[in-house]
């Protein structure tokens, strides 16, 4: 309580005078406060009616006795005054006196953001930059500063540590006290076990503990020391040869220790400002305290926003000034990161594909940063050996984003690429191809020079691509043999003559029903009707001629405005399902024939499912009124997506999205517009038709419209080739079956379209992932809910009924080469309905417990064994990575301080000098805007600190206990023996008769005596 403690006082009083007088409760006439007077008045009033009876009796008895009558009368008169005396209840009244003086608090924000960030930028490894609290020391012990020294000068100063609470353990500097090195502070910010763990202990003793083996020398106490330490045995950490003060003091200190470790270890897991202060404002509030300094960073990842105003409104309630030291530099944060690396998960060898790389630029807004991809090839490790190739481009970080944001792509081109990293190509007019196998990119950005980052460079985790030539898997299903189906069959055959695909046809003719139709395919894979079924698993005993009218055996379904009214139901629905859950493709080439019946469909009707999945809503073309079909050709308004160039028809031409077409239509390199309207929307070559459309989707990509022209004259454009991607798999319509003129003109660029458009379409189908897949976060904190989703389907494709199969999962530790080092599992999965309908979702969870998955660079797989597919499993991986909120942000938070900061106008009255208020105040001339909240290069602000502290000291006398004097037996020192008088022991009890009682009945008996003499009694 910093309370000095004074001699206990003793004083005479009257103990009745304190008592109310009786006729206070009912006679207004008297107050209160006039009870002393009253009682005193009462008694004087009664002893003076005792002395006038007395000498009225002792007047006319002086007739007899003479003189005498006047010893007699004074003894009579001292027995009244005796009584009156008692009446009032005499006693010695015992006060103690304490004195209680002010203090100042320090609190110094210990959390990690302080005590382990630097804001130094050093490239040299040797330097080791200063972190934020050896700069903060650096001003507490700097003598020309003297915060602490003057700050002794007028009050003790208690100092707090806090972090994601206050520590509530506090170091006391009386002030007498001896200012501490910086090594002290250093030791006891940092929590370093040993001074505490000596603390009682005498210089000798401590001396001999530092000694023993156990103590480690001079290395720090950390708290893996303190627990160590504390559980080793008294015969290690206890000498023999200290005194029993000096093993009571280490017995109890080390009783105590396992709990301060764990206060410590808990105040540095986070940062909490407004609550901390709040709490030693609340602690502290009855001990006068004149101030509190506080050095912190500011930066809270604990609490709220609204704490800050309990903070205020309990300084300001209290009177208690707040001084606000932030810690930190506030320069620009500058960092980088590379945020995604975006490449498609299987690419051909003989085709180029795009890396997108990603990055965010925090305090570089329109800088440009070179960007490296290193290229690893099949069976390299990205985090041992060197790059096999290293592409570089320049990357623009975009200032109208937050933060700035920048993408660069890089082109893999297998001509492009050192011959080491391909290998020729048995495709007809291809030189050169990747080697096939799992491929590895890895991007990589130079560290900034001012950012604050370790590592030379910033690198993304490697992205891996499996270049595969598989073939491609195609149904061409047809009414009629178009002249568009007969071009695209020759070029499949071509492709299926060099295994790059296979090819199953379904003609909706007589020559298809019946298998007469020569289509350059073996009889099995000419069907007689649309797939019928849709099984993933697949049946041992399939007949070759049934296993096609499995649609699980295809990639890519192109329709040739296809007689929809021949599907079943099922067949529509199992479209669906292949599209939507397994990832495969449908190019729908419209035409006049059948693709009505689309627009005529209702929206509960057998045809829903297949409007669900293409990304337009066809119109009526029959009850339309259309004018006939051009006789002059029509240009293409060709819109390319960033996202896949099936628009590039002339691969010599890189920059150019769109290369090719305008050779198609005017055999110019690139559209030049033409003074003559007429001329830009009628080329030498081009489409005739479309067919029409109500709308096109919401989230489909218009890649392509014709410019059909109004009878006004205008360009009237309509869409002509659209993609979407409705679930998983991709749907492609076309306008017009009329890409055959392209390939009059050019061979290669028909190839070319129809090769991209094929793989775009069909890019979503992994026959491996058809039963399922696991939809898993890339990365958990630790200590956090590993969340594991999956969809599992049936041999059918469709959803299994809600609690028809109870899968588990299973995780597994991987080692750095992928070898499985642990197995914990199996956890349950329970079904997951999010809407009317079962869609096939399962979801689980486990603990990401630091002791099971330890984080670090281990992998950890996901596996789920497929229902009803023995050996069958569905995978995803993740990592565990450290939670460390306190780190995330280490950017000073000066705001926050000036909020927890008080007015110049609450210390203004303290202030003696005018030199101070002066440099405190600056500029402004109202003392109440200005905040009492500085940087810590601010040293002369800082150093004003102690002249706005004032020095307070307050006496209080607390009343004791109360002995009575008029009851007390009598005692005497004779010859040094304490002698009691009428105090004794009768029948085994306690006999005390008092020493007022004594004397009035000695004085009275002495007065009777005096009359018998005189024979009056």
């Known amino acids: 309580m910093n309370e000095t403690g004074q001699p206990v006082e003793t004083e005479f009083v009257l103990r009745r005078l304190a008592d109310p007088y009786p006729l206070v409760d009912w006679v207004p006439l008297f107050p209160a406060e006039y009870s002393p007077a009253l009682w005193i008045g009462t008694t004087a009033l009664a002893v003076l009616a005792g002395v006038v009876v007395t000498v009225f009796l002792y007047l006319r008895d002086a007739r007899r006795i003479g003189l005498w009558a006047i010893p007699l009368t004074l003894l009579r008169v001292t027995v009244f005054a005796l009584l009156g005396f008692a009446f009032l209840l005499p006693a010695f009244q015992k006060w103690e006196t304490t004195e209680k003086r002010s203090r100042v608090l320090v609190i110094l924000d210990v959390s990690p953001s302080m005590t382990q960030t630097s804001d130094e930028v050093s490239s040299v490894p040797s330097i080791k930059p200063k972190t934020r609290m050896q700069k903060l020391l650096d001003v507490l012990t700097d003598n020309q500063v003297g915060l602490v020294k003057k700050l002794l000068e007028k009050n003790p100063v208690y100092v707090y540590r806090f972090g994601s609470r206050l520590d509530d353990e506090t ?47 001079d290395a720090p106490g950390t708290p893996d020391w303190a627990v160590t330490w504390g559980k080793l045995t008294e015969g290690e950490t206890i000498p023999a040869d200290l005194s029993e003060d000096d093993k009571t003091a280490l017995r109890d200190n080390r009783a105590k220790l396992d709990k301060r470790v764990d206060v410590a270890r808990s105040i540095v897991l ?14 502290e509030a009855a001990n006068m305290v004149q101030g509190i300094v506080v050095f912190s960073d500011g930066r809270s990842n604990l609490g709220t926003d609204a704490a800050y105003r309990t903070l205020r409104e309990r300084a300001t309630q209290t009177k208690i000034p707040v001084f606000t030291v932030a810690v930190g530099e506030a320069r620009e944060n500058v960092s980088i990161g590379i945020t995604d690396v975006q490449a498609p998960d299987r690419a051909p060898p003989d085709e180029q594909f795009k890396v997108v790389v990603e990055a965010d630029g925090n305090g570089l807004a329109d800088a440009e940063v070179d960007v490296r991809l290193n290229l690893f090839l099949p069976g390299r490790d990205p985090k041992k050996d060197q790059s096999d190739h290293e592409l570089t481009a320049k990357l623009k970080f975009q200032g109208d984003t937050s933060p700035p944001h920048g993408t660069v792509d890089f082109v893999i081109d297998p001509d492009k690429l050192p011959d080491e990293l391909t ?54 299903f047809a009414s009629a043999a178009t002249r568009e189906y007969q071009t695209i069959r020759t070029l499949l055959i071509r492709e299926v003559q060099q295994n790059r695909a296979e090819l199953s046809i379904c003609l909706q003719n007589e020559g298809g029903r019946d298998g007469s139709a020569v289509q350059d395919v073996p009889p099995e894979r000419l069907l007689s009707r649309f797939p019928t079924r849709l099984d993933t698993v697949g049946k041992p005993g399939d007949k070759p001629e049934e296993k096609y009218y499995n649609l699980n055996e295809y990639d890519l379904v192109i329709g040739f405005d296809p007689d929809w009214s021949e599907l079943s139901a099922d067949q529509v629905k199992n479209l669906q399902t292949w599209v939507d859950n397994l990832g495969g493709g449908l190019i729908y080439v419209a035409g006049p024939l059948n693709t009505y019946q689309l627009a005529r469909a209702d929206e509960s009707g057998r045809l829903k499912p297949l409007l669900d999945i293409i990304p337009v809503l066809p119109d009526d ?19 390319p997506n960033p996202e896949y160039d099936v628009l590039k028809l002339d691969d010599d031409k890189p920059d150019d999205p769109v290369a090719g077409w305008e050779s198609f239509f005017t055999g110019h390199d690139k559209y030049t517009p033409d003074p003559d309207q007429k001329k830009n929307v009628t080329p030498t070559r081009g489409i005739y038709s479309y067919y029409p459309v109500k709308q096109t989707k919401p989230g489909s990509s218009t890649l392509a419209e014709l410019v059909d022209v109004k009878d006004t004259g205008e360009p009237d454009p309509k869409p002509w080739l659209v993609t979407a991607q409705p ?38 189908r992994d026959v491996k992932a058809s039963r399922g897949r696991v939809l898993i976060n890339k990365e958990f904190l630790s200590g956090a809910q590993v969340r594991v989703q999956a969809r599992l389907l049936a041999p059918n494709g469709a959803p299994y009924e809600t609690n028809a199969v109870s899968p588990k999962f299973v995780v597994s530790q991987l080692s750095a080469d992928g070898t499985e080092v642990k197995k914990f599992g199996p956890f349950e999965m329970k079904a997951r309905k999010s809407g009317i309908e079962f869609d096939g979702y ?74 101070v208020y002066d440099r405190l105040k600056g500029t402004e001339h109202d003392p109440a805007k200005v905040k009492l909240a500085y940087r810590l290069a601010e040293t002369e602000k800082i150093a004003a600190i102690p002249a706005c502290i004032d020095n307070f000291s307050q006496t209080e006398r607390y009343r004791g206990a109360t002995d009575d004097i008029w009851d007390k037996p009598a005692r005497l020192q004779l ?20 020493w007022m009682l004594l004397l009035a009945a000695a004085v009275l008996s002495l007065e009777w005596l005096g009359r018998k003499l005189l024979r009056l009694a």
């Open 621 to 639: 073309i029959i009850l339309l009124k259309t004018r006939p079909i051009p006789r002059t050709p029509r240009r293409l308004t060709l819109k």
């Open 842 to 915: 399962y979801g689980g969870q486990v603990t990401a417990d630091p002791t099971r998955f330890p984080p670090g660079d281990s992998k950890y797989r996901v596996t789920i064994d497929v229902p009803d597919s023995p050996g069958d499993t569905i995978t995803g991986e993740f990592s565990v990575k450290k939670s460390d909120p306190e780190l995330d942000n280490t950017r000073p938070d000066f705001a926050a301080l000036e909020l927890a900061a008080g007015t110049l106008e609450e210390v203004r009255g303290r202030i003696k000098d005018p030199a």
């Open 727 to 764: 679930a998983r798999g991709r749907t492609v319509f076309l306008g017009s079956g009329e890409i055959w003129r392209l390939r009059a003109f050019n061979l290669d660029f028909y190839d070319r379209f129809w090769v991209k458009l094929s793989r775009y379409a069909a890019a979503n």
């Open 975 to 994: 010859f040094g023996t304490d002698v009691k008088l009428l105090e004794f022991s009768a029948f085994g009890k306690d006999v005390k008769v008092g």
């Open 171 to 217: 170091q006391t500097f009386e002030r007498d006290a001896a200012e501490w090195s910086k090594a002290e502070w250093d030791s006891w910010v940092n929590y370093d076990f040993k001074p505490w763990a000596l603390r009682g202990v005498s210089p000798a003793g401590q001396d001999a503990v530092k000694k023993t083996a156990a103590w480690k020398g």
């Open 270 to 283: 986070g940062t909490n400002v407004p609550d901390s202060l709040t709490s030693a404002v609340n602690r």
């Open 423 to 476: 290998e020729p190509s048995k495709k007809i007019g291809k030189k050169r191809q990747l080697k096939q196998g799992a491929w590895s990119a890895v991007a990589k950005i130079t560290r900034d020079k001012r950012e604050v980052f370790p590592d030379p460079d910033h690198a993304s985790p490697p992205r891996v691509i499996q270049v595969i030539d598989k073939p491609l898997r195609v149904l061409l």
